[in-house]
């Protein structure tokens, strides 16, 4: 390198604070620029601009985002706690992409006022071109994606007695990482909607509970409650867990089920469960209608004499999960739950 071309180059970097490229545009002040095509200008596919809001980018610098979906879906971007559609908007003047740390000589610019052209009035610094864009990323908040959650663990619930042993495939049983590679959703939205739906994690893989075996292990906590004379109010969880091992249920699934159908409290300093009459009445009342539809009447008759002692039987408290329908002069009750709904506004108005 000769001398003009050093002086130039140290000028260069006094000037703009590290020199041409990126760098060269985030100083300008009202000053001009020069551009060329970098050597490696092209396409570029594989860069893409996204706009992104201010709260946003925390998140992105530090790496806490993943874009989800299966290769026949739509791409999200999820935060830990959010989830963004992704849509492409094409630009409607020319934006240009200029890699960082690309140094460049300052080029002379006439001054306008002078006659002599050999004299420069100014300089400006050049910057290389490697990709003009036609568009970017918007980033949209959107509702999860959700409703493929359901129908994954509906796959294969779990059932009391089963055994994973000889299944070395484990087909129809998801993980957590499997459910964050299906299931297009925020961390924090999946955990949600996983406790939402009453799901469990057994043997690394998340399931749902078969009612079958929710009934069966519902039906015992309410018998050994008889026996040992617990009060459906604050029956004493160690206690609860060690009766029912006993009876052969692993202590993880009857502690999901009394979480299922009650609430944990503190009784004198040691934990104690708190059965929820809303959920354990509903729960008797789809048992009473299995999968087919009943006469009021006839249901209200059959639904009091199901429920455990001491609960009060109220149709206001199984809105959401079963639906009456006036018939003529008759009322029929059939199971409706809002909770299977899809999610989807379409889907859920022909549903």
């Not at 002078?114 to 300089?123: E, I, K, L, P, Q």
């Not at 990482?177 to 909607?193: F, K, M, P, R, Y």
Request: glycine fraction near 8%; include cysteine; charge should be negative.
């Amino acid at each position: 390198m000769d001398a003009a071309m050093e002086d130039a180059a140290a000028q260069s970097e006094r000037e703009w604070d590290g020199g041409g490229g990126a760098d060269a545009v985030l100083g300008l002040a009202g000053a001009s620029l020069s551009l060329c095509y970098h050597e490696a200008f092209g396409p570029h596919d594989e860069l893409i601009l996204l706009e992104a809001a201010d709260d946003l980018l925390p998140d992105l610098l530090q790496g806490r985002v993943t874009v989800r979906g299966r290769p026949e879906e739509e791409a999200v971007l999820c935060t830990p706690s959010a989830t963004y559609a992704m849509k492409f908007v094409g630009n409607s003047n020319s934006v240009f992409l200029i890699p960082p740390g690309e140094s460049a000589a300052p080029t002379s610019r006439p001054n306008a006022t002078d006659g002599d052209d050999n004299v420069a009035s100014a300089t400006d610094a050049v910057a290389s071109i490697i990709k003009v864009a036609s568009g970017n990323i918007e980033l949209v908040r959107t509702a999860p994606r959700l409703d493929k959650l359901r129908k994954l663990l509906n796959e294969r619930p779990y059932v009391l007695d089963e055994d994973l042993g000889s299944d070395v495939q484990h087909k129809g049983l998801y993980t957590w990482q499997d459910l964050c590679e299906l299931v297009q959703a925020s961390d924090g939205e999946l955990t949600e909607q996983l406790s939402s739906i009453s799901a469990v994690e057994i043997d690394g893989f998340w399931r749902m509970v078969d009612d079958s075996s929710a009934n069966t292990i519902l039906d015992m906590i309410l018998h050994n409650s008889v026996l040992h004379d617990w009060s459906l109010n604050s029956m004493p969880e160690n206690d609860v867990l060690d009766v029912m091992e006993s009876d052969g249920f692993m202590r993880k699934i009857v502690t999901h089920c009394l979480n299922r159908f009650g609430t944990k409290v503190e009784k004198e300093a040691r934990g104690c469960w708190s059965l929820d009459e809303r959920r354990v009445c509903l729960q008797f009342a789809r048992r009473a209608l299995g999968a087919g539809k009943m006469k009021l009447e006839n249901f209200m008759d059959k639904w009091e004499r199901s429920i455990p002692s001491g609960m009060r039987a109220d149709l206001q408290m199984l809105e959401g999960g079963v639906l009456c329908e006036k018939l003529g002069a008759e009322t029929w009750v059939h199971t409706f739950s809002v909770a299977n709904l899809p999610l989807a506004p379409a889907e859920r108005l022909s549903y």
